[in-house]
């Protein structure tokens, strides 16, 4: 049980670490680029997914990114429709009729690239204010969040 000095500190951590994500976000808005497809979050973890293993059935991408089936809906046709041409493309499973099977378009991976390039860049542009040794400290803080964050959604 931690002491009211370590609950008080990690409650500023906590809220410290929340600044830093709105002002990134709020950095990448401004980067976008003219010809970027606007995806949300959600949108963007079904793509990048879908960049790693296809095809993928609705199901499997709505457990792996954690959202609830009607939000998985909504994501889905919004890929459907994003832009001049869809960004992915739904089958019905040839073993088994009552899956959908998705997979990425053309599009949807040129909109999955460009996102992650903005996201990239913007985390680039912090990390180049960091002295080499606050980045290697960081890097290893980073490592070590990920690493719990992975155990808590694998279960462990």
């Excluded at 931690?2 to 670490?17: G, H, I, S, Y």
């Excluded at 400290?137 to 155990?151: D, G, H, P, T, W």
């Amino acid at each position: 049980m931690p002491t009211l000095r370590q609950a008080q500190q990690l409650a500023e951590f906590v809220e410290e670490v929340f600044e830093v994500s709105k002002d990134v976000w709020a950095a990448q808005s401004r980067s976008k680029g003219k010809d970027q497809t606007e995806i949300t979050e959600s949108e963007f973890l079904a793509l990048d997914l879908l960049t790693r293993s296809q095809p993928l059935s609705v199901g499997a991408i709505q457990r792996h990114i954690g959202v609830l089936p009607a939000q998985m809906s909504r994501i889905i046709r919004s890929l459907e429709s994003k832009g001049d041409q869809p960004l992915i493309a739904c089958r019905i499973n040839p073993h088994d009729k009552r899956k959908i099977d998705v997979e990425l378009t053309p599009a949807g991976v040129k909109a999955q690239e460009n996102y992650r390039q903005v996201k990239l860049g913007s985390i680039q542009k912090l990390l180049l204010s960091l002295t080499e040794r606050d980045r290697a400290e960081f890097m290893r803080l980073v490592r070590l969040i990920r690493e719990s964050a992975r155990n808590s959604l694998s279960g462990s």
